[in-house]
């Protein structure tokens, strides 16, 4: 009899653990001047084009195939100014060339990033998958920009999206150096 009420206690305890061992973890992740920590351990840093990359969870993952990915794009000051200094030009850019939209947001997103309220952009996108994506603009010391990208497949549970994208967000640091 004891065993039928001790069993329940110790699935509600396992579930317990199992649903905050993701938000847990702390894996640092560093690409060029910027870093930040994630909840969970993701890829590597992978180049997906010029001045970008994409950190793929799982690990093993190739872009755009990730349940989640953070896709960070270098704007350096004298491509921001061959945009014309726009933040909208820039995050156009950053659509249509690395998250495969050029639509508008759906919604506007704020998360706090080195320590300020930054407001992004809700977007969606069929291409290669249905993708949720929010995309920030993060203005640097050194005049350019870093563009930072949440990417969510559609079936993955929106708290685990929420954990990593919350943590990193928090933790996103800036460093001298390339």
């Known amino acids: 009899m004891t065993h039928t009420r001790f069993f329940p206690a110790v699935i509600v305890l ?19 001047t910027v870093s930040f920590d994630t909840p969970t351990e993701m890829s590597r840093p992978t180049e997906i084009g010029l001045d970008a990359v994409a950190i793929t969870d799982p690990p093993e993952a190739s872009h755009g195939d990730a349940l989640m990915e953070v896709i960070l794009v270098a704007i350096p000051a004298d491509l921001r100014e061959a945009l014309g200094n726009s933040d909208s030009e820039i995050v156009n850019y950053v659509k249509s060339t690395f998250l495969g939209t050029a639509k508008s947001a759906e919604k506007t997103v704020t998360r706090t990033f080195l320590g300020r309220t930054v407001s992004g952009e809700l977007l969606s996108s069929k291409i290669p998958a249905p993708r949720e994506i929010e995309l920030y603009l993060i203005p640097l010391a050194d005049g350019g920009s870093m563009a930072v990208a949440f990417s969510r497949d559609a079936r993955l549970l929106r708290e685990r999206f929420e954990a990593l994208a919350d943590k990193v967000s928090r933790s996103f640091r800036e460093s001298a150096g390339k």
């Open 14 to 32: 396992f579930l317990c653990l199992a649903s905050t061992a993701f938000t847990s973890g702390n894996f640092h992740i560093s690409w060029r």
